[in-house]
């Protein structure tokens, strides 16, 4: 079992920066690929970005690519999401996940087995 408790989100300006946290409890978190998901309002979750175990691999989605930084501290049971660039666009509550299996692009958020409860991150243009 892993319990996940997301952190860091708000408001900000567009052209801003957040630092999203998701701290883990569970001794295996080290074997689990981490995710980030995102859902706006009337829209369905969607991936944003991954990260395996060891976090030597990342996966981003498009759209956040070269904008948003994942990176984990196993020892600190804490996975990191550096988000810079943010447009009015990325405004959205944002889900930490946690994956047992599958390969890092399995992005379906019903490839995740764990969830937080979500923070809430506004992009005001």
């Known amino acids: 079992q892993v319990q996940l408790v997301e952190s860091g989100g708000g408001l900000v300006q567009a052209g801003g920066s957040l630092r999203l946290s998701c701290a883990a409890s569970g001794r295996t978190f080290s074997s689990y690929t981490m995710g980030w998901f995102r859902q706006a309002l009337g829209k369905e979750r969607e991936f944003v970005v991954a990260?395996?175990?060891?976090?030597?691999?990342?996966y981003y989605e498009d759209s956040v690519k070269g904008r948003f930084t994942i990176s984990r501290d196993n020892p600190k049971n804490t996975v990191y999401l550096q988000m810079n660039s943010l447009k009015a666009e990325d405004t959205a509550v944002y889900y930490c996940a946690a994956a047992q299996f599958g390969p890092l692009g399995a992005t379906g958020p019903f490839n995740y087995q764990y969830w937080g409860q979500g923070t809430q991150v506004t992009v005001s243009s």
């Open positions: 990260i395996s175990w060891s976090g030597g691999n990342t």
